[in-house]
């Protein structure tokens, strides 16, 4: 047999989710297959383990817990008690922890793989720090958002995109909320999350939960909680252009009052739209400069691909590569 089909055989023998160790060990002390060419048997499973979920392959889905990534049969699933998998797990052996100890990001890293991504898509977008808010208090948390961003609308007709202007000034653009996560591992993280962004997000046209690792477990609930609550999800890829929205956000009317409570809050937001007023009101000669004065404000975005591959290993972004 293949490998690959040893460690679906592998993955067949357990009862829970297991970490690429345990099923090279199975795969060898079963002897489903003989690594007589692969050096690093445990690379070898390892590589090819990602390149189930990669690829989209529905028989296998796989959780992270203390940074290590668990798999198991999709068939499986219905019997194993993902939410409370992570209690069950021992603190991560040296010899996983060697692994992934040089992999650690923290959320804003994500940031400018987002802001590329958006930047990609026509959208302007700019970080919200909350920490240089007015308002230091915890309960604030839940009202700012990690990231805005907005769309200009662009009509090829000078007089239809003036037409525009004149009747309904707030058609012109759509302003988006973003939240960030590192990773969404179980119902409980999903939660917390998606309802922090609901709550970020009540000024804005779109609201937005992103996460750079989502377990494949969590498809239902996600689905769930979109249609139900307007918020859309996006999995964020170390490889921005290879991001995707899984969820579209349901459009909203604006909620200027949370907007000029924001603006009072925090400063750089405050800047935001008032970089976003400017351009929207600029005549026609001066429309390119203040283009520029607002994309000049908004967050650093990456220019080619050397520069995303170049940071994320500067940064312990893990790529689809290693």
């Known amino acids: 047999m293949t490998i690959k089909e040893a460690i679906l055989k592998s993955l067949a023998q357990f009862t829970e989710p297991k970490n690429t160790f345990d099923i090279t060990d199975c795969i060898i002390s079963k002897k489903f297959y003989e690594f007589k060419e692969a050096k690093t048997p445990h ?4 590589a090819l383990c990602g390149d189930f979920i990669r690829n989209g392959d529905t028989r296998v889905k796989r959780i992270k817990e203390n940074g290590i990534y668990f798999y198991y049969l999709a068939r499986n699933e219905q019997s194993i008690d993902l939410d409370n998998f992570g209690q069950s797990q021992n603190e991560p052996t040296k010899k996983h922890s060697k692994i992934e100890k040089d992999k650690v990001f923290i959320e804003r890293d994500l940031h400018k793989l987002l802001c590329s991504y ?20 915890n309960n604030q948390i839940w009202t700012h958002p990690d990231m805005v961003g907005i769309r ?3 009509l090829q007709n000078k007089a239809s995109q003036n037409f525009l202007k004149a009747i309904n000034r707030i058609e012109t653009f759509k302003l988006s909320s973003y939240e960030i996560k590192k990773e969404l591992n179980s119902d409980s993280e999903l939660k917390k999350a998606f309802f922090q962004a609901v709550s970020n997000s009540s000024w804005a046209n779109y609201g937005y939960l992103v996460a750079f690792e989502i377990s494949d477990s969590l498809v239902d609930e996600m689905e769930r909680l979109n249609q139900s609550f307007g918020i859309g999800i996006i999995e964020l890829n170390a490889n921005p252009y290879k991001s995707r929205i899984l969820y579209q956000a349901k459009y909203r009317e604006l909620d200027f009052k949370t907007i000029d409570k924001l603006c009072k809050l925090n ?9 976003t007023e400017k351009l929207m009101t600029a005549e026609e000669r001066y429309y390119k400069s203040t283009e ?18 170049k940071y994320c290993k500067e940064k312990n972004i893990p790529t689809d590569e290693e």
């Open 152 to 154: 200009f609308l662009k």
């Open 292 to 309: 520029k004065e607002l994309d000049e404000f908004c967050d650093d975005y990456f220019i080619n691909d050397s520069e995303f591959y």
């Open 118 to 137: 958006l930047k990609n898509t026509g959208i302007y977008s700019k970080t919200i720090f909350h920490e240089q808010s007015n308002a230091k208090e």
């Open 267 to 275: 400063k750089e937001f405050e800047r935001f739209i008032e970089q």
């Open 43 to 46: 690379s070898t499973v390892s």
